[in-house]
C-alpha cells in the first residue's frame, strides 16, 4: 500500500498553461505539505495544512494555489506556468505521535517549456 | 532565524569504511527535533535516522548512527561500513514547534567498489 502517492510523477508543459498535481495519503496524519526541489537539490516548504487548515505559507507566489478538501488529500493547482516553475514538487504528511517524521510521496517532475 | 548547514557538498568514500557528514544548525527552541533524510538516484526521500533534541542519548539505527551535540548545535551522521547502495544525496533538517521542517542543502555522497 502506497503511503502517501502523487500525480502525476511527471508533467511537461508550457508557458502561460495551468496545472495541477494531486497528493493523497492513507497514514491517517493531520498535516500535509508540498515542498520544492530545485535543479540544485535545494528542499524548501512551500505549504503545510493541519486539518484542512492552512498554517504555513512561504513566500510562495499566488500563482501556486493549495486546497485541502480533506486532511488526506492536499492538491496543489498552478496558475500561468513560468520557466522557473519547473522543480520537483514532493508532497509530505506527518504526524505527532511518530515524531513529526516527513514521510514523502514520490515526487512530481514538473517541466515548463 | 532557523538555519541548516551542511559543509561537505560532496563526498566519496570506499566501500566498508565508515564516513560522517557533518551538520549544524542553529535555533532559539528549546526542544526540536533533527532529521537525517536519504535521497537515492530514485528520488525518493527517505528517514534515515531521528534525533529528539531532549533526548541525550544519540540515535542509532543499525549502521547508521548520528553524534548529537547540543551545545554547539551539531549533528554529525556517521555510516560504518559503507554499502554501494548507500550512495544518495544525504539531507540534514530540522524542525522546531512551529512545524516548519528546514533542510541544509545536501551532501552528495559517493560509496566506491
Known amino acids: 500500500d502506497t503511503a502517501v502517492s502523487q500525480t502525476p510523477k511527471y508533467l511537461v508543459t508550457q508557458m502561460g498553461n495551468d496545472k495541477s498535481i494531486k497528493c493523497e495519503q492513507n497514514?491517517?496524519?493531520?498535516?500535509m505539505y508540498w515542498y520544492k526541489q530545485d535543479s540544485k537539490k535545494f528542499l524548501k516548504i512551500m505549504f503545510s495544512y493541519n486539518n484542512k487548515e492552512l498554517i504555513i505559507n512561504e513566500t510562495v507566489p499566488n500563482r501556486f494555489s493549495p486546497k485541502s478538501p480533506d486532511k488526506a488529500h492536499l492538491n496543489l493547482h498552478i496558475n500561468s506556468l513560468e520557466l522557473g516553475d519547473s522543480a520537483v514538487y514532493f508532497c509530505a504528511s506527518s504526524h505527532p505521535d511518530y515524531g513529526y517524521e516527513q514521510y514523502f510521496g514520490p515526487g512530481t517532475r514538473l517541466t515548463v517549456t | 532565524a532557523q538555519t541548516v548547514t551542511q559543509s561537505q557538498p560532496e563526498m566519496s568514500v570506499q566501500e566498508a569504511e565508515t564516513v560522517t557528514l557533518s551538520c549544524t544548525y542553529d535555533?532559539?527552541?528549546?526542544?526540536?527535533?533533527l532529521f537525517w533524510y536519504k535521497q537515492p538516484p530514485s528520488r525518493q526521500m527517505i528517514l534515515v535516522i531521528r534525533?529528539?533534541?531532549?533526548?541525550?542519548q544519540n540515535a542509532t539505527e543499525n549502521r547508521f548512527s548520528v553524534n548529537f551535540q547540543k551545545a554547539a548545535k551539531s549533528f554529525s551522521l556517521k555510516i560504518s561500513d559503507s554499502q554501494l547502495g548507500d550512495t544518495a544525496m544525504y539531507f540534514c533538517a530540522s524542525l522546531n514547534r512551529d512545524d516548519k521542517i528546514i533542510f541544509g542543502k545536501g551532501t552528495r555522497l559517493h560509496i566506491l567498489p
Open positions: 497514514l491517517g496524519h493531520d498535516t
Open positions: 535555533t532559539s527552541e528549546s526542544n526540536y527535533y
Open positions: 534525533q529528539e533534541a531532549y533526548k541525550q
